[in-house]
Nanobody, 128 residues
Framework: VQLQASGGGLVQAGGSTRLSCAAS????????VGWFRQAPGQARSFVAI????????DYEDALKGRFTISRDNAENTVYLQLNSLKPEDTAVYYC??????????????????????WGQGTLVTVSS
């Protein structure tokens, strides 16, 4: 499966944007889907994950309440809504797919090596 992330750009602090992760060459509903982000000079870190049909989600604690993950399997797309953005949210955001079993473990959800396919990333820059 190939993933294409989009929706990044320049956003003012306090603003919002929605990222999309569109899949091709496979059926996205076969997978749980996660979002990660990587700020300059930092390691890639977990943002959120959603189960195959959207019934289960998980977020990095510090992002709960501001970010929302959702999916539309009919469109083969997963979304990440980013609200109340802060300059420290500036990063390249990546989507990735993983086997549904990854959801069973808190640690597994946050481990990049458990994700099989990755999109190319989309840059979100938050200006102060």
């Amino acid at each position: 499966v190939q993933l294409q992330a989009s929706g990044g750009g320049l956003v003012q602090a306090g603003g919002s944007t929605r990222l999309s992760c569109a899949a091709s060459g496979g059926t996205l509903s076969n997978y749980a889907v996660g979002w990660f982000r990587q700020a300059p000079g930092q390691a890639r870190s977990f943002v959120a994950i959603i189960s195959r049909y959207g019934g289960t989600t998980d977020y990095e604690d510090a992002l709960k309440g501001r970010f929302t993950i959702s999916r539309d399997n009919a469109e083969n797309t997963v979304y990440l809504q980013l609200n109340s953005l802060k300059p420290e949210d500036t990063a390249v955001y990546y989507c990735a797919v993983t086997n549904p079993g990854t959801l069973a473990s808190w640690r597994a959800r946050r481990t990049t090596s458990n994700y099989n396919y990755w999109g190319q990333g989309t840059l979100v820059t938050v200006s102060s």
